[in-house]
């Protein structure tokens, strides 16, 4: 049996997830929302369960994607747009998952990916306060949960890119403006 390099091996797979995007609509992406949850000058991070598909055992955020229903069951705000759809979403997702309310939601990065399936997906990464609530996780998308600042959060095996949120938050929060680089 030859043996392949890594480089012939991605080559191959992205061949055929570049395949698979060109036999689907280029503007269908799944869209995922999440929260940098501040209490006290501390961040929430989750561990993802180890039944997840994608990342297991993995620290992340709270979050999840966005459906339909967040905004087709409801009035429409003009003639024509439902507003702050991102913002409900991201509110229902942090409820389910942790159990605690949020609001002042703002923007912080966004970024994008394709998965191994070939499917797109877009996340918005937002900045939250914590309102109330106490912490109840759902326990098929998380098994843990830790309140950290950011030293702390170098501690934890962070999903590739989170830490660099973080740190964007921290700018952000002395009044600092720029996009997401690698800290």
Request: proline fraction near 4%; charged fraction near 30%; aromatic fraction near 8%.
């Amino acid at each position: 049996m030859p043996v392949h390099s890594p480089e012939l091996i991605e080559g191959r797979r992205r061949a055929v997830v570049n395949e698979n995007m060109e036999n689907q609509n280029q503007y269908l992406h799944e869209v995922a929302i999440t929260a940098i949850i501040i209490k006290n000058g501390k961040y929430l991070i989750t561990r993802r369960s180890p039944n997840k598909k994608r990342f297991p055992g993995m620290w992340t955020l709270p979050g999840g994607k966005m459906e339909t229903s967040d905004y087709l069951q409801l009035p429409k705000d003009t003639e024509h747009y439902w507003y702050n759809v991102l913002e409900r979403t991201l509110k229902r997702e942090v409820k389910e998952e942790v159990g605690i309310d949020i609001n002042n939601i703002e923007y912080v990065t966004s970024l994008a990916t394709v998965h191994q399936d070939g499917s797109p997906s877009l996340v918005i990464s937002c900045v939250a306060d914590y309102v109330s609530g106490d912490i109840k996780l759902q326990k098929e998308e998380s098994d843990q949960f830790a309140w950290v600042n950011l030293k702390e959060a170098q501690k934890y095996n962070l999903i590739d890119g989170i830490y660099d949120e973080l740190a964007m938050t921290e700018k952000k929060k002395r009044g600092e403006k720029g996009e997401w680089k690698r800290v």
